[in-house]
């Protein structure tokens, strides 16, 4: 909760989250208690001993490759359809908590297939959360399948510390462009395509992903700011960022919310909708993130109304569910004036 008076407003704004990878919401209470359940052995690391002690580990991460370390390692617990359910089902309880209406959230097959698990029980687990979210909650979703930058598509799991090793993510030779081949596929196949880039990566990270990848947004995106004639091409494309504040202090992006370039995209008319990536990383769910925003800038209802706005108009659903919650949106708007 923050300390602005407009603190209700924004906990009752009607949100639409773009940026949330179901397995950054794996809690290390959660993954102690499907250790136990699915009788895996943790690692020995000092760190794993205690779930109090991997809270603590969690409180500071020195950068992405650093926090991705655990945050694939911890994905070994998860092997039923229902533990993939009841992960998603915890982020949507949050979620409705904090005022979340819609919802396009990440997964990462690659690193479950690799470990034997069948892509065909993850999706039947995150689904059959999504469905209930829709049911009891009237939050729709969709699930947003994610390529593992660091491998190569017919990889498995033991790539991925050597990868670390070698920094093959953001940041490292290649900007993504090597996935150009799947990103056409998924356009001819009419699936949206988006991209992480510009969040520990320069702006040309952007660029590429705009020209190789042919994404219609942009994960992350915050360092867009640095190249204005970019920034220009993404407001006239109507590109959407999907900004995650909290994890761009966690993962040390910035030092804290204040430097993240809120106010020149409110300027200069990039779009962006605000995410919680991997709360259970980061400190923080949706709200926190509106929360830590609000409390940096001080936005006023005008600017409030212009983010939630965008964020429903570029949400990947019908015209018909856009109109729904921007009346949503419009009744709490109504009832502040
Ligand atoms: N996977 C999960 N969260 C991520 C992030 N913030 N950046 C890159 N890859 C991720
Ligand atoms: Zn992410």
Redesign the pocket.
């Given at each position: 909760m923050c300390k602005s008076p407009l603190h209700s407003l924004i906990a009752e704004l009607p949100k639409c989250e773009h940026h949330l990878?179901l397995e950054?919401c794996l809690t290390p209470a959660l993954l102690f208690q499907l250790a136990a359940k699915n009788n895996i052995n943790l690692p020995s690391q000092d760190e794993y001993q205690s779930q109090e002690a991997l809270e603590k580990r969690y409180s500071h991460f020195t950068n992405?490759s650093d926090f991705?370390q655990y945050?694939y390692r911890a994905l070994t617990i998860l092997i039923t359809a229902s533990d993939f359910e009841q992960l998603a089902w915890s982020y949507f309880q949050t979620a409705h908590h904090d005022g979340v209406q819609h919802a396009e959230v990440f997964f990462d097959p690659q690193s479950h297939t690799s470990r034997g698990v069948k892509l065909e029980t993850v999706v039947e687990g995150f689904k059959a959360a999504c469905e209930r979210a829709r049911r009891e909650f009237g939050i729709t979703s969709c699930l947003i399948m994610c390529f593992l930058r660091h491998l190569p598509l017919e990889d498995a799991a033991e790539t991925m510390d050597e990868a670390v090793r070698g920094g093959y993510?953001e940041g490292g030779g290649d900007q993504g462009r090597i996935f150009t081949s799947v990103y056409a596929k998924a356009k001819e196949l009419g699936v949206h395509r988006t991209a992480?880039a510009g969040?520990e990566g320069d702006p040309s990270y952007i660029a590429a992903a705009l020209d190789s990848l042919g994404v219609e947004r942009i994960d992350?995106g915050v360092r867009l700011a640095e190249d204005p004639a970019l920034m220009r091409r993404v407001v006239a494309e109507g590109l959407l960022l999907t900004v995650?504040p909290l994890?761009n202090v966690c993962?040390q992006v910035v030092q804290k919310v204040g430097q993240l370039p809120i106010r020149d995209f409110l300027k200069a008319g990039v779009k962006f909708s605000i995410n919680s990536?991997?709360p259970a990383y980061f400190g923080g769910y949706v709200l926190d993130n509106y929360c830590a925003v609000q409390e940096a800038f001080d936005l006023a209802i005008d600017e409030w109304r212009q983010i939630v706005t965008n964020s429903i108009e570029c949400s990947w659903i019908k015209k018909e569910r856009k109109s729904e919650l921007m009346s949503n949106l419009n009744r709490v708007l109504d009832r502040y004036r």
């Amino acid at each position: 909760m923050c300390k602005s008076p407009l603190h209700s407003l924004i906990a009752e704004l009607p949100k639409c989250e773009h940026h949330l990878h179901l397995e950054g919401c794996l809690t290390p209470a959660l993954l102690f208690q499907l250790a136990a359940k699915n009788n895996i052995n943790l690692p020995s690391q000092d760190e794993y001993q205690s779930q109090e002690a991997l809270e603590k580990r969690y409180s500071h991460f020195t950068n992405l490759s650093d926090f991705l370390q655990y945050y694939y390692r911890a994905l070994t617990i998860l092997i039923t359809a229902s533990d993939f359910e009841q992960l998603a089902w915890s982020y949507f309880q949050t979620a409705h908590h904090d005022g979340v209406q819609h919802a396009e959230v990440f997964f990462d097959p690659q690193s479950h297939t690799s470990r034997g698990v069948k892509l065909e029980t993850v999706v039947e687990g995150f689904k059959a959360a999504c469905e209930r979210a829709r049911r009891e909650f009237g939050i729709t979703s969709c699930l947003i399948m994610c390529f593992l930058r660091h491998l190569p598509l017919e990889d498995a799991a033991e790539t991925m510390d050597e990868a670390v090793r070698g920094g093959y993510f953001e940041g490292g030779g290649d900007q993504g462009r090597i996935f150009t081949s799947v990103y056409a596929k998924a356009k001819e196949l009419g699936v949206h395509r988006t991209a992480h880039a510009g969040e520990e990566g320069d702006p040309s990270y952007i660029a590429a992903a705009l020209d190789s990848l042919g994404v219609e947004r942009i994960d992350h995106g915050v360092r867009l700011a640095e190249d204005p004639a970019l920034m220009r091409r993404v407001v006239a494309e109507g590109l959407l960022l999907t900004v995650c504040p909290l994890s761009n202090v966690c993962l040390q992006v910035v030092q804290k919310v204040g430097q993240l370039p809120i106010r020149d995209f409110l300027k200069a008319g990039v779009k962006f909708s605000i995410n919680s990536d991997d709360p259970a990383y980061f400190g923080g769910y949706v709200l926190d993130n509106y929360c830590a925003v609000q409390e940096a800038f001080d936005l006023a209802i005008d600017e409030w109304r212009q983010i939630v706005t965008n964020s429903i108009e570029c949400s990947w659903i019908k015209k018909e569910r856009k109109s729904e919650l921007m009346s949503n949106l419009n009744r709490v708007l109504d009832r502040y004036r």
